[in-house]
Protein backbone atom coordinates (compact mmCIF):
# COMPACT_ATOMS: atom_id res chain seq x y z
CA UNK A 1 0.00 0.00 0.00
CA UNK A 2 0.74 3.29 -0.64
CA UNK A 3 1.46 5.75 2.40
CA UNK A 4 -0.78 9.19 2.24
CA UNK A 5 0.53 12.17 1.53
CA UNK A 6 0.46 13.35 5.00
CA UNK A 7 2.70 11.03 6.40
CA UNK A 8 6.04 12.62 8.08
CA UNK A 9 9.23 10.52 6.70
CA UNK A 10 12.52 11.11 8.13
CA UNK A 11 15.17 12.38 5.94
CA UNK A 12 16.98 9.62 4.56
CA UNK A 13 20.78 10.12 2.77
CA UNK A 14 20.29 9.89 -1.18
CA UNK A 15 17.73 6.52 -0.47
CA UNK A 16 17.23 6.42 -4.49
CA UNK A 17 20.90 6.25 -4.76
CA UNK A 18 20.91 3.46 -1.97
CA UNK A 19 18.65 1.12 -4.09
CA UNK A 20 20.14 1.97 -6.86
CA UNK A 21 23.58 0.40 -5.36
CA UNK A 22 21.98 -2.14 -3.84
CA UNK A 23 20.64 -3.91 -7.15
CA UNK A 24 23.84 -3.46 -8.55
CA UNK A 25 25.18 -6.06 -5.81
CA UNK A 26 23.01 -8.21 -6.16
CA UNK A 27 22.90 -8.05 -10.23
CA UNK A 28 24.80 -5.78 -11.74
CA UNK A 29 24.73 -3.43 -14.97
CA UNK A 30 27.52 -3.56 -17.29
CA UNK A 31 28.02 -0.52 -17.64
CA UNK A 32 27.27 0.54 -13.89
CA UNK A 33 30.28 -2.10 -12.83
CA UNK A 34 32.63 -0.28 -15.20
CA UNK A 35 31.97 2.93 -13.76
CA UNK A 36 31.94 1.45 -10.01
CA UNK A 37 35.21 -0.43 -10.61
CA UNK A 38 37.65 2.60 -10.03
CA UNK A 39 35.86 3.35 -6.69
CA UNK A 40 36.01 -0.24 -5.62
CA UNK A 41 39.66 -0.14 -6.07
CA UNK A 42 40.11 3.59 -4.14
CA UNK A 43 38.14 1.64 -1.02
CA UNK A 44 40.53 -1.48 -1.12
CA UNK A 45 43.58 0.89 -1.53
CA UNK A 46 42.15 3.06 1.65
CA UNK A 47 41.44 -0.23 3.30
CA UNK A 48 44.57 -1.66 2.85
CA UNK A 49 46.47 1.06 4.22
CA UNK A 50 44.09 1.26 7.65
CA UNK A 51 44.83 -2.19 8.03
CA UNK A 52 48.76 -1.98 7.36
CA UNK A 53 50.21 -0.59 10.57
CA UNK A 54 48.92 -3.27 12.28
CA UNK A 55 50.29 -5.63 9.54
CA UNK A 56 53.20 -4.31 9.47
CA UNK A 57 53.98 -3.93 13.54
CA UNK A 58 54.32 -0.47 13.39
CA UNK A 59 51.22 -0.41 15.57
CA UNK A 60 49.89 -3.21 17.72
CA UNK A 61 46.37 -4.27 18.77
CA UNK A 62 45.58 -3.34 22.11
CA UNK A 63 44.30 -6.40 24.43
CA UNK A 64 41.23 -5.84 26.50
CA UNK A 65 40.64 -7.08 30.17
CA UNK A 66 38.68 -10.01 29.35
CA UNK A 67 38.93 -12.46 26.15
CA UNK A 68 37.03 -10.70 23.13
CA UNK A 69 35.06 -12.41 20.11
CA UNK A 70 34.23 -10.10 17.59
CA UNK A 71 30.32 -10.10 16.11
CA UNK A 72 30.98 -8.68 12.40
CA UNK A 73 29.92 -9.26 9.14
CA UNK A 74 31.58 -8.34 5.79
CA UNK A 75 28.61 -6.88 3.60
CA UNK A 76 27.30 -3.48 4.54
CA UNK A 77 23.95 -3.39 6.01
CA UNK A 78 22.69 -5.58 8.46
CA UNK A 79 23.06 -9.05 8.39
CA UNK A 80 21.49 -10.24 11.67
CA UNK A 81 24.53 -9.06 14.15
CA UNK A 82 22.07 -8.02 16.94
CA UNK A 83 19.93 -11.15 16.91
CA UNK A 84 23.31 -13.28 16.86
CA UNK A 85 24.97 -10.95 19.93
CA UNK A 86 21.63 -11.90 21.89
CA UNK A 87 21.50 -15.10 20.96
CA UNK A 88 25.10 -15.34 21.85
CA UNK A 89 24.99 -14.28 25.24
CA UNK A 90 21.78 -15.86 25.78
CA UNK A 91 23.34 -19.43 25.40
CA UNK A 92 27.07 -18.00 27.22
CA UNK A 93 24.54 -17.24 30.16
CA UNK A 94 23.27 -20.62 30.18
CA UNK A 95 26.52 -22.59 30.35
CA UNK A 96 27.80 -20.46 33.47
CA UNK A 97 29.47 -17.78 31.86
CA UNK A 98 29.42 -13.96 32.44
CA UNK A 99 29.18 -12.11 29.37
CA UNK A 100 29.55 -8.15 28.95
CA UNK A 101 29.19 -6.16 24.85
CA UNK A 102 30.83 -3.49 24.24
CA UNK A 103 29.84 -1.08 20.79
CA UNK A 104 30.72 1.80 19.25
CA UNK A 105 26.94 2.43 19.63
CA UNK A 106 26.05 3.26 15.85
CA UNK A 107 24.07 6.96 15.19
CA UNK A 108 24.94 7.92 19.01
CA UNK A 109 25.27 12.01 19.37
CA UNK A 110 28.39 10.97 22.07
CA UNK A 111 31.60 9.70 21.61
CA UNK A 112 32.92 8.72 25.20
CA UNK A 113 32.45 6.36 26.94
CA UNK A 114 29.08 5.17 28.76
CA UNK A 115 27.78 2.35 30.33
CA UNK A 116 24.27 1.50 29.13
CA UNK A 117 21.43 0.88 31.67
CA UNK A 118 17.61 0.76 31.24
CA UNK A 119 17.40 4.80 31.45
CA UNK A 120 19.76 5.17 28.40
CA UNK A 121 18.63 7.50 25.96
CA UNK A 122 19.00 5.45 22.86
CA UNK A 123 20.46 8.98 20.90
CA UNK A 124 23.32 8.52 23.60
CA UNK A 125 23.78 5.34 23.62
CA UNK A 126 22.87 3.61 20.55
CA UNK A 127 19.60 2.00 19.84
CA UNK A 128 20.99 -1.76 19.16
CA UNK A 129 23.13 -1.36 22.66
CA UNK A 130 20.11 -0.40 24.65
CA UNK A 131 17.83 -3.50 22.85
CA UNK A 132 20.78 -5.87 24.03
CA UNK A 133 21.03 -4.72 27.75
CA UNK A 134 17.10 -4.54 27.58
CA UNK A 135 16.78 -7.88 26.11
CA UNK A 136 19.87 -9.89 27.72
CA UNK A 137 20.19 -7.82 30.96
CA UNK A 138 24.12 -8.70 30.02
CA UNK A 139 26.34 -5.05 30.81
CA UNK A 140 27.06 -2.93 27.93
CA UNK A 141 29.37 -0.41 27.60
CA UNK A 142 29.68 2.20 24.09
CA UNK A 143 32.72 3.99 22.69
CA UNK A 144 34.45 5.18 20.22
CA UNK A 145 37.41 3.61 21.87
CA UNK A 146 36.80 -0.59 22.21
CA UNK A 147 39.16 -1.18 24.32
CA UNK A 148 38.60 1.97 27.17
CA UNK A 149 35.00 0.69 26.64
CA UNK A 150 35.68 -2.72 27.75
CA UNK A 151 38.12 -1.43 30.90
CA UNK A 152 35.33 1.00 31.71
CA UNK A 153 32.96 -2.16 31.69
CA UNK A 154 35.28 -4.56 33.54
CA UNK A 155 35.83 -1.86 35.78
CA UNK A 156 32.14 -1.40 36.86
CA UNK A 157 31.35 -5.51 36.70
CA UNK A 158 34.30 -7.50 37.43
CA UNK A 159 32.67 -10.45 37.21
CA UNK A 160 32.63 -10.34 33.62
CA UNK A 161 34.29 -13.26 31.71
CA UNK A 162 33.73 -12.64 28.83
CA UNK A 163 33.27 -9.61 26.19
CA UNK A 164 31.47 -9.52 23.01
CA UNK A 165 32.19 -6.81 20.47
CA UNK A 166 28.99 -5.80 18.44
CA UNK A 167 30.36 -4.79 14.93
CA UNK A 168 34.26 -4.78 15.13
CA UNK A 169 34.82 -6.67 12.88
CA UNK A 170 37.20 -3.83 10.88
CA UNK A 171 38.24 -2.34 14.31
CA UNK A 172 41.63 -3.40 14.21
CA UNK A 173 42.87 -1.51 17.26
CA UNK A 174 40.88 -4.07 19.18
CA UNK A 175 42.82 -7.50 19.37
CA UNK A 176 40.13 -10.27 19.42
CA UNK A 177 40.28 -14.16 20.59
CA UNK A 178 38.19 -14.91 18.11
CA UNK A 179 36.05 -14.11 15.26
CA UNK A 180 32.40 -14.72 13.87
CA UNK A 181 31.36 -13.63 10.27
CA UNK A 182 27.54 -13.51 10.06
CA UNK A 183 26.30 -13.66 6.78
CA UNK A 184 22.07 -13.35 6.08
CA UNK A 185 20.72 -14.09 2.10
CA UNK A 186 22.61 -12.01 0.52
CA UNK A 187 25.82 -13.77 1.05
CA UNK A 188 28.72 -12.15 -0.52
CA UNK A 189 26.20 -10.37 -3.08
CA UNK A 190 28.70 -9.92 -6.32
CA UNK A 191 31.63 -10.55 -4.35
CA UNK A 192 32.80 -6.92 -4.92
CA UNK A 193 34.36 -4.37 -2.63
CA UNK A 194 32.29 -1.27 -1.81
CA UNK A 195 30.97 0.57 -3.66
CA UNK A 196 30.24 -1.65 -7.06
CA UNK A 197 29.91 -4.47 -4.09
CA UNK A 198 28.83 -5.01 -0.82
CA UNK A 199 31.85 -6.09 0.81
CA UNK A 200 33.67 -4.18 3.45
CA UNK A 201 36.76 -6.72 2.82
CA UNK A 202 37.14 -9.52 0.63
CA UNK A 203 35.74 -12.98 0.80
CA UNK A 204 38.39 -15.20 2.28
CA UNK A 205 38.99 -18.23 0.41
CA UNK A 206 39.54 -19.96 3.73
CA UNK A 207 38.42 -19.12 6.89
CA UNK A 208 41.62 -17.65 8.73
CA UNK A 209 42.45 -19.15 12.39
CA UNK A 210 39.59 -19.12 15.04
CA UNK A 211 37.21 -17.72 12.84
CA UNK A 212 33.74 -19.03 12.54
CA UNK A 213 31.15 -18.18 10.40
CA UNK A 214 26.63 -18.32 10.92
CA UNK A 215 24.51 -18.14 8.25
CA UNK A 216 21.17 -16.00 9.82
CA UNK A 217 18.60 -16.95 7.14
CA UNK A 218 18.50 -20.92 7.44
CA UNK A 219 20.99 -21.75 4.60
CA UNK A 220 24.21 -21.19 3.58
CA UNK A 221 24.68 -18.43 1.61
CA UNK A 222 28.27 -18.35 0.75
CA UNK A 223 31.05 -21.31 0.13
CA UNK A 224 32.42 -21.01 3.96
CA UNK A 225 31.46 -23.88 5.87
CA UNK A 226 29.22 -22.13 9.05
CA UNK A 227 26.45 -23.13 11.44
CA UNK A 228 22.84 -22.32 10.40
CA UNK A 229 20.63 -20.02 12.28
CA UNK A 230 16.88 -19.02 11.51
CA UNK A 231 15.73 -15.72 12.77
CA UNK A 232 11.99 -15.84 13.01
CA UNK A 233 9.02 -13.27 14.55
CA UNK A 234 8.38 -14.58 18.25
CA UNK A 235 5.04 -12.23 19.24
CA UNK A 236 3.69 -9.36 20.11
CA UNK A 237 3.64 -6.54 22.95
CA UNK A 238 2.28 -3.39 23.90
CA UNK A 239 4.79 -0.72 23.74
CA UNK A 240 4.54 -0.26 27.83
CA UNK A 241 4.23 -3.93 28.53
CA UNK A 242 7.33 -4.18 26.34
CA UNK A 243 9.32 -1.45 28.05
CA UNK A 244 8.38 -3.45 31.81
CA UNK A 245 10.09 -6.39 30.52
CA UNK A 246 7.15 -8.44 30.47
CA UNK A 247 7.35 -11.37 27.29
CA UNK A 248 5.66 -11.08 23.91
CA UNK A 249 2.26 -13.04 23.32
CA UNK A 250 2.57 -15.12 19.65
CA UNK A 251 -1.24 -14.92 20.11
CA UNK A 252 -1.67 -11.01 19.98
CA UNK A 253 -1.27 -11.84 15.90
CA UNK A 254 -4.90 -12.88 15.80
CA UNK A 255 -5.88 -9.14 17.35
CA UNK A 256 -4.86 -7.50 14.37
CA UNK A 257 -5.13 -10.45 11.86
CA UNK A 258 -7.17 -9.06 9.01
CA UNK A 259 -6.96 -5.13 9.55
CA UNK A 260 -4.73 -2.52 8.07
CA UNK A 261 -1.93 -1.93 10.40
CA UNK A 262 1.10 0.43 10.00
CA UNK A 263 4.66 -1.21 9.85
CA UNK A 264 7.57 0.98 10.17
CA UNK A 265 11.07 -0.11 10.51
CA UNK A 266 14.30 2.10 10.84
CA UNK A 267 16.22 -1.10 9.07
CA UNK A 268 18.97 -1.35 6.83
CA UNK A 269 16.63 -3.78 4.93
CA UNK A 270 12.97 -3.39 6.26
CA UNK A 271 11.32 -5.53 3.69
CA UNK A 272 11.64 -9.15 5.13
CA UNK A 273 10.07 -7.72 8.11
CA UNK A 274 7.68 -6.48 6.54
CA UNK A 275 6.99 -10.20 4.96
CA UNK A 276 7.27 -11.55 8.09
CA UNK A 277 4.62 -9.44 8.93
CA UNK A 278 2.13 -9.92 6.37
CA UNK A 279 2.56 -13.99 6.91
CA UNK A 280 0.85 -13.38 10.10
CA UNK A 281 -1.96 -11.60 8.51
CA UNK A 282 -1.65 -8.21 8.71
CA UNK A 283 -2.01 -6.00 6.40
CA UNK A 284 0.21 -3.43 5.96
CA UNK A 285 0.97 0.28 5.23
CA UNK A 286 4.43 -0.27 5.14
CA UNK A 287 6.89 2.70 6.35
CA UNK A 288 10.61 2.01 5.74
CA UNK A 289 12.72 4.30 7.38
CA UNK A 290 16.53 5.13 7.60
CA UNK A 291 18.36 2.83 9.71
CA UNK A 292 18.71 3.71 13.26
CA UNK A 293 16.37 6.35 12.32
CA UNK A 294 15.17 8.43 15.30
CA UNK A 295 10.99 8.56 15.07
CA UNK A 296 11.22 12.68 15.38
CA UNK A 297 8.60 12.90 14.43
CA UNK A 298 6.51 10.38 14.15
CA UNK A 299 6.39 8.88 10.54
CA UNK A 300 2.73 7.27 11.08
CA UNK A 301 -0.28 9.84 10.86
CA UNK A 302 -1.99 10.81 14.07
CA UNK A 303 -4.96 9.13 13.73
CA UNK A 304 -3.80 6.07 12.90
CA UNK A 305 -4.82 3.22 14.98
CA UNK A 306 -2.62 0.48 15.18
CA UNK A 307 1.32 0.58 14.63
CA UNK A 308 3.93 -2.23 14.63
CA UNK A 309 7.67 -1.40 15.43
CA UNK A 310 10.44 -3.30 15.56
CA UNK A 311 12.26 -4.08 19.20
CA UNK A 312 15.47 -1.62 17.40
CA UNK A 313 12.89 0.81 17.06
CA UNK A 314 11.14 0.65 19.90
CA UNK A 315 13.66 1.43 22.52
CA UNK A 316 13.43 5.01 20.75
CA UNK A 317 9.71 5.25 21.85
CA UNK A 318 7.62 5.99 24.62
CA UNK A 319 3.80 5.80 25.11
CA UNK A 320 3.20 8.76 26.05
CA UNK A 321 4.73 10.35 23.24
CA UNK A 322 2.19 8.61 20.47
CA UNK A 323 -1.20 9.91 21.25
CA UNK A 324 -4.16 7.56 21.06
CA UNK A 325 -2.11 5.30 18.72
CA UNK A 326 -1.68 1.61 20.21
CA UNK A 327 2.19 1.10 19.29
CA UNK A 328 3.02 -3.26 18.74
CA UNK A 329 6.14 -4.27 19.14
CA UNK A 330 7.16 -7.36 17.39
CA UNK A 331 10.06 -9.22 18.72
CA UNK A 332 12.52 -11.29 16.51
CA UNK A 333 14.05 -14.42 18.03
CA UNK A 334 16.71 -16.16 16.67
CA UNK A 335 17.69 -19.89 16.49
CA UNK A 336 20.94 -21.24 16.54
CA UNK A 337 22.63 -24.42 16.68
CA UNK A 338 22.10 -25.56 20.65
CA UNK A 339 25.81 -26.33 20.72
CA UNK A 340 26.72 -23.32 19.64
CA UNK A 341 28.48 -21.02 22.33
CA UNK A 342 29.88 -23.70 23.27
CA UNK A 343 32.08 -25.04 20.10
CA UNK A 344 32.85 -21.19 20.05
CA UNK A 345 34.30 -21.46 24.03
CA UNK A 346 36.41 -24.33 22.77
CA UNK A 347 38.56 -22.11 20.08
CA UNK A 348 39.28 -19.90 22.66
CA UNK A 349 43.41 -20.16 23.66
CA UNK A 350 43.86 -21.14 26.73
CA UNK A 351 44.77 -18.43 29.53
CA UNK A 352 48.31 -17.65 30.05
CA UNK A 353 49.66 -19.08 33.22
Keep these: ?41 LYGLLAALHRLPYATG ?10 VIVVGNLVAGGAGKTPTVL ?14 VISRGHGRTATDVQLVSRTSAAAEVGDEPLLIHLRSKAPVAVGRDRVAAARALCDAHPEVDLLIADDGLQHHALARD ?67 GN ?67 AVKLRAADCGATRIWVATLDFDVPTDFARQLLQQLPAPSP
Excluded at 58 to 67: G, K, V
Excluded at 87 to 100: D, K, S
Aim: charged share 20%; no cysteine.
Design 247 to 313: PADPRAWAQLAGRPVWAAAGLARPEPFFAMLEAQGLQLHRLPLPDHAGFDPLPWPADAQDVVVTEKD
Design 1 to 41: MVAPASVKRPASRAPGLEAWLQRQWQAPDPLASVLLRPLAV
Design 178 to 244: LQLLVFDDRGAGNGRLLPAGPLRQQLPRVLPPRTSVLYTHGAASTALPGAIGRRRLGGLSPLPAWWA
Design 87 to 100: ALVRQLQALGRRPG
Design 58 to 67: LRRARHAPRP
